[in-house]
């Protein structure tokens, strides 16, 4: 089994040429629109942990959304939206294709299959609705090795965070316009499994926050190690 860890929403940086935009906007910066707070600490966890290659994305997503395809409509957001179109081009060529890309590539030249860990966070209070998950595992149930690995993981998981909600496929469906999405439509079923990992944001700064890494990590060996034994 050959491991890749992404990390999508890395960071919040605007690059200095797009300053102008995002002047008055640090409060959304800061905030889960600009990033993913936490989720940067918990794939280098991991990458280190298994010995894995890392990609990550540090721009901000209100700048360019590498979670999405390029015919979403959130692939811009209010703010870059008013660019213009070769502004648009070359924010695609700079931040856009060369992660998305690079992934790729990276599974094709690996051996099969290949397991995509794409690591995130969310926040616990979406508007006005508390969620209810603490970690979520995002797969397509129509894809037999998906289901099954995160099946496993989950119970696994359970095992390991006993006090933690789990869930599939929450707070978000793995079928939904995502960088995993689009590596489906790449690799069939038996070459690549692309699950994205979601962990509630208010555990940032907890000591439980370094409990559900590790606990991430011993589930994952277990299963791997079972799932794929060398």
């Known amino acids: 089994m050959n491991l890749i860890v992404t990390c999508e929403h890395a960071g919040n940086k605007v690059p200095d040429c797009y300053n102008h935009i995002f002047t008055e906007l640090k409060d ?3 905030s889960h629109r600009g990033w993913d707070p936490g989720a940067l600490e918990i794939a280098r966890f ?12 540090e721009v901000t997503r209100l700048l360019i959304e590498p979670n999405r395809s390029l015919h979403s409509h959130q692939l811009y957001s209010e703010y870059s939206k008013i660019l213009f179109e070769k502004e648009h081009d070359l924010i695609l060529q700079q931040y856009y294709f060369p992660h998305r890309k690079g992934v790729e590539e990276l599974i094709s030249k690996a051996s099969k299959p290949t397991l995509h ?11 006005g609705q ?16 998906e289901t099954e690995f995160c099946t496993k993981l989950l119970h696994t998981m359970e095992q390991e965070l ?5 869930k599939l496929n929450e707070p978000y469906k793995g079928t939904d316009d995502g ?32 409990l559900i890494s ?17």
């Open 46 to 57: 991991l990458a280190t942990e298994f010995n894995a290659p890392l990609f990550i994305c």
């Open 130 to 145: 508390v969620r209810a998950v603490d970690v979520g595992l995002l797969f397509d149930p129509e894809r037999k090795s």
């Open 117 to 127: 860990l794409s690591i995130h966070s969310f926040t616990p209070v979406l508007n």
């Open 179 to 210: 960088f995993t999405s689009y590596l489906r439509t790449k690799f069939p079923d038996q070459e690549y499994l692309g699950i994205e990992i979601e962990v509630n944001q208010k555990y940032i700064g907890t000591a439980q926050w370094e």
């Open 214 to 230: 590790i606990g991430l990590k011993e589930a994952l060996f277990d299963v791997l190690s079972e799932s794929f034994p060398s």
């Open 28 to 30: 959304v910066l800061e």
């Open 162 to 166: 006993p006090s933690l909600s789990i």
